[in-house]
């Protein structure tokens, strides 16, 4: 079997909100086989760039575009095609856009040699040690207390145990900040964990302070305070508040999750699959197993996201809890002809060959941004 065509599609909707929201538009990705076999993927990042990696010509030797490189190759040997994209783009890559594209391209193989052996990709990355993971509804916080909390009773009555709210207006004024997360856990109440996602605004010294504040909101953890950058920071914030120090989404390589863990000291270990691809997020969960880290997965997209996230976390001992997304985006909540299986805060994994979902040809249609 060998791979015949890589393409990157953009899907936009009509009107983008300036939030920091990326479930308004997203980068799939498509590898096709001379077998027939279709393999799906999708990066979380800026997809004109990303697409732009993909479909760049051939430079030399360490500047090559991705989808150059794999036309004709086997598809099924993920590995060694994860280190040839990465040898072949050494100049211009080795973290951010590129890795995040090549993740994109890898999801799509593990899809396809899913769907070529017969097996769930949990089962070729080892084996399901589960079948099912609790999911936190994941918010972007509303412009009011009110708006916000109607938010958070939604989360409660569709039976999640896990509740997540992030990004602006939050972190500007503490006291604002408190009579949102003092709303929030009245309204959800004292057993439904509550996930605060401050959006890299603060420095260590701030968080520190507003994180003592928090202490009677009982957060299950805070998330990306710092800039990602900011590796001592996090270090100071790790060793100074009682709450669980939450990280990563904007690490691309094991070895920027490895400074996180070590310099950083965070608790929960955040690995976006479609910026990390399977290839190497199942070597950074074995390094925060190694390092006593429990790991969560980042997705705010579509449903190629949760399926691969459901997959990862289901074959590794320390999942801790799995995101979910639940913007009203129809490119995020429609995407896929069958939606992976969520009730009552479980998400179930799909025991179909691949990933076990499929793109709805009607929605690529109707948000695919024409050239």
């Given at each position: 079997m060998k791979i015949t065509n890589v393409e990157a599609l953009y899907l936009r909707l009509p009107s983008i909100e300036a939030r920091t929201d990326s479930s308004q538009d997203a980068l799939i990705v498509k590898v096709s086989t001379d077998a027939g076999i279709t393999g799906w993927g999708e990066v979380d990042g800026c997809p004109a760039v990303t697409?732009?990696?993909?479909?760049?010509?051939?430079?030399?030797?360490?500047?090559?575009?991705?989808?150059?490189?794999?036309?004709?190759?086997?598809?099924?040997?993920?590995?060694?095609?994860?280190?040839?994209?990465?040898?072949?783009?050494?100049?211009?890559?080795?973290?951010?856009?590129?890795?995040?594209?090549?993740?994109?391209?890898?999801?799509?193989?593990?899809?396809?040699?899913?769907?070529?052996?017969?097996?769930?990709?949990?089962?070729?990355?080892?084996?399901?040690?589960?079948?099912?993971?609790?999911?936190?509804?994941?918010?972007?916080?509303?412009?009011?207390?009110?708006?916000?909390?109607?938010?958070a009773k939604r989360a409660v009555d569709t039976g999640h145990t896990g509740v997540k709210f992030?990004?602006?207006?939050?972190?500007?004024?503490?006291?604002?900040?408190?009579?949102?997360?003092?709303?929030?856990?009245?309204?959800?109440g004292d057993e439904t964990d509550l996930m605060l996602d401050v959006g890299l605004i603060w420095d260590a010294k701030t968080t520190i302070r507003r994180a003592r504040l928090f202490e009677p909101f009982d957060l299950f953890?805070?998330?990306?305070?710092?800039?990602?950058?900011?590796?001592?920071?996090?270090?100071?914030?790790?060793?100074?508040?009682?709450?669980?120090?939450?990280?990563?989404?904007?690490?691309?390589?094991?070895?920027?999750?490895?400074?996180?863990?070590?310099?950083?000291?965070?608790?929960?270990?955040?690995?976006?699959?479609?910026?990390?691809?399977?290839?190497?997020?199942m070597q950074i969960a074995a390094y925060a197993q190694s390092r006593?880290?429990?790991?969560?997965?980042?997705?705010?997209?579509?449903?190629?996201?949760?399926?691969?996230?459901?997959?990862?976390?289901?074959?590794?001992?320390?999942?801790?809890?799995m995101e979910y997304c639940v913007e009203p985006s129809e490119i995020s909540q429609r995407l896929a002809k069958e939606k992976v299986r969520i009730e009552d805060g479980w998400a179930y994994l799909p025991d179909a060959p691949g990933l076990g979902v499929e793109p709805d040809a009607e929605i690529i249609g109707k948000y695919l941004v024409k050239e």
């Open positions: 697409k732009a990696v993909i479909e760049a010509p051939y430079s030399h030797t360490l500047v090559t575009g991705l989808k150059s490189l794999l036309v004709g190759e086997d598809p099924l040997e993920t590995g060694r095609l994860w280190r040839k994209m990465y040898q072949a783009t050494l100049y211009y890559g080795r973290n951010g856009a590129v890795v995040q594209a090549m993740a994109g391209i890898d999801i799509a193989l593990w899809d396809i040699k899913g769907k070529a052996l017969g097996q769930p990709i949990s089962t070729l990355l080892g084996g399901a040690l589960r079948e099912k993971m609790r999911v936190y509804s994941s918010n972007m916080f509303q412009f009011t207390v009110e708006a916000t909390v109607e938010r992030g990004w602006e207006p939050f972190g500007q004024d503490a006291a604002t900040d408190c009579r949102y997360l003092e709303a929030i856990r009245k309204a959800i953890w805070i998330e990306e305070p710092l800039h990602p950058d900011d590796y001592a920071g996090y270090g100071k914030v790790s060793r100074g508040c009682t709450q669980h120090i939450a990280a990563g989404e904007e690490e691309c390589s094991v070895s920027g999750f490895e400074r996180l863990i070590d310099e950083g000291g965070i608790d929960v270990v955040q690995i976006d699959l479609t910026r990390c691809g399977f290839t190497q997020a006593g880290r429990k790991v969560c997965n980042h997705n705010f997209t579509t449903d190629i996201n949760t399926a691969a996230s459901l997959h990862f976390l289901c074959a590794i001992p320390n999942a801790l809890v």
